[in-house]
């Protein structure tokens, strides 16, 4: 089954940088990567999403980019907020025929520094 | 409004004795699914369910059942629940596969 590694597994930054966290995956059909952000003692919630036919996606102050050839894709925040801070994860999935399971990385813990 | 309701939200029980935790979307949307949350593992999908009458194994379906008779539920039972069972669980609904999944608000249980 597919497999998804994510990191770092927590990220502290100041407020104004730019914050990165990075997944791989291991089965070359997955095909749909979206992430979401969970605040602490909250449901999580999808921030954006990729499909494999996209290279990269941008909104607002969120981009993620993907490559299909590593297996790798990325999330990308710039002008980071203390609002920013929470556990973002990372997921993968076969779309179609093929699977509709959802595979999740084990997370990475953001703290924005004011 | 737009909601996945899940109940109880908070559940303390025994090993052994059956339980259900009910998840109930109004979105009319044919993708339901099951997580469960522990420190440092993420998510791990238990079930999911494409459609009414048709359910699937995620990655953890162990010890774990679901039933899909209505396109707006989606009740996950434990038949007898083991303390390797506490932990948060989150039911997701979607329109479309996993595409776009929307969370309900959790169900912590603790099982002693």
């Known amino acids: 089954g597919e497999n998804v590694e994510q990191h770092p597994s927590t990220l502290s930054v100041q407020e104004g940088d730019s914050a990165v966290i990075k997944c791989t995956y291991s089965?070359?059909?997955?095909?749909?990567f979206p992430w979401y952000k969970q605040e602490l003692g909250k449901r999580p919630q999808l921030i954006i999403d990729?499909?494999?036919?996209?290279g990269e996606k941008k909104d607002q102050r969120i981009a993620v980019t993907l490559n299909k050839t590593a297996k790798h894709f990325s999330l990308h925040i710039t002008e980071t907020q203390p609002e920013d801070s929470a556990v973002y994860f990372c997921?993968?999935?076969?779309?179609?025929?093929?699977?509709?399971?959802?595979?999740f990385g084990g997370g990475t813990r953001l703290m924005v520094k004011p | 409004e737009a909601q996945v309701t899940q109940n109880p939200r908070y559940l303390i029980t025994v090993t052994g004795k059956k339980l259900t935790v009910t998840c109930s979307q109004n979105m009319n949307h044919e993708y339901m699914s099951w997580y469960r949350q522990d420190p440092g593992l993420g998510l791990r999908q238990i079930y999911y369910?494409?459609?009414?009458?048709?359910?699937d194994k995620g990655d953890v379906p162990e010890g774990y059942k679901v039933s899909r008779k209505e396109k707006r539920n989606f009740p996950l039972i434990l038949e007898s629940p083991s303390p390797n069972q506490t932990s948060l669980y989150f039911c997701?609904?979607?329109?479309?596969?996993?595409?776009?999944?929307?969370f309900g608000q959790g169900t912590r249980l603790t099982v002693v």
């Open positions: 369910s494409m459609n009414v009458e048709v359910t």
């Open positions: 089965d070359s059909a997955s095909n749909y």
């Open positions: 990729i499909r494999s036919n996209v």
């Open positions: 997701a609904s979607s329109s479309q596969g996993p595409v776009e999944a929307f």
């Open positions: 997921a993968a999935s076969k779309l179609g025929n093929a699977g509709n399971m959802l595979t």
